[in-house]
């Protein structure tokens, strides 16, 4: 079934007085493309983190944030040289009169610099990648969840422009045959209002070379077998448990060479019509698909 690109997750985790608040978010990319933004002192388990987010996603950009709120029973020291440079600076910010300027030295002391957390042990370490892959994994499950929604809306919405295309194309196919009668029918009338009073005859053979000519100029059958044989695959990707983005993509352009090879060959207004029709519809596909894992 297929996957939506587009999606949100986040999850919690507390432990020791340490709460862990993740999020992560999900939008379309050719290829997969990660921001992960850990706390400084969390940023060892990146290499981890990355592991995992790339074998349970395949594409879209995603940005992957963990923040960490404490209790204060981990924190080690605050350098208050630095926090005072901090509030110095603040304090020379020009406000507008009457606005009474408040400096929240909580906040600043999560600035860069100011705190830092205690050094942690291999063993502590090994703890923190154990509760940032249960927590990554949670978060991921809930993205996954969206996302897969969101790819049941996608599914049904491009079976339902295929199923439109097909409509436009069936009634190219019905129309094609006239097309060849008509223009026979056409050149015959000319070639009789030019022959009358004239006293000369044309030989049969010469009108036959001509209507040969534009038939096979104007013939579409090959261009409306390609398109049906590309609706089909297209239905049949669809339905496929696996990434088929970069698939789905790649049939949408070729049914789009298509519709244009059967407008450039047909020269008729009604065929036009269905192809200009036919086109829209692939458009929409096109950019829906750019959405799809």
């Keep these: ?45 990146e290499s981890d983190i990355d592991k995992l987010l790339r074998h349970r996603l395949a594409r879209g950009t995603v940005s992957y944030t963990v923040r960490v709120r404490s209790d204060g029973t981990m924190l080690k020291a605050v350098d208050l040289t630095a926090l005072q440079r901090y509030v110095d600076v603040l304090s020379q910010v020009r406000v507008p009169a009457g606005v009474q300027p408040v400096i929240d030295l909580a906040t600043v002391a999560l600035l860069p610099g100011v705190s830092e957390s205690p050094d942690m042990d291999d063993e502590a370490k090994r703890r923190c990648v154990e509760v ?21 809306i996608l599914h049904d919405d491009l079976l339902g422009c295929s199923e439109a295309i097909r409509k436009h194309l069936a009634l190219i196919a019905a129309r094609a045959p006239g097309v060849i009668d008509e223009y026979r029918e056409r050149l015959r009338t000319r070639v009789a209002a030019l022959m009358q009073g004239g ?59 298509e519709a244009n090879t059967i407008g450039s060959k047909s020269n008729d207004a009604a065929i036009a019509r269905n192809v200009v029709e036919i086109k829209g519809l692939i458009d929409r596909l096109k950019e829906q698909v750019q959405n799809v894992e």
């Design 199 to 257: 006293g000369f005859q044309l030989e049969a053979d010469g009108l036959l070379r001509e209507i040969a000519v534009f038939a096979e100029r104007c013939d579409i059958s090959e261009e409306i077998s390609r398109l049906t044989s590309h609706l089909d695959q297209f239905a049949e990707v669809c339905d496929r448990d696996e990434q088929v983005g970069r698939t789905l993509d790649f049939l949408a352009q070729e049914m789009l060479r």
């Design 132 to 152: 940032l892959t249960e927590l990554t994994n949670r978060g991921l499950n809930a993205l996954i969840d969206m996302r897969r929604e969101e790819g049941r």
């Design 1 to 45: 079934m297929i996957v939506s690109m587009t999606g949100y997750g986040a999850a919690q985790h507390t432990e020791n007085g340490v709460s862990l608040a993740l999020e992560l978010r999900t939008v379309n990319n050719r290829y997969l493309k990660l921001s992960i933004k850990l706390p400084e002192h969390l940023q060892f388990a």
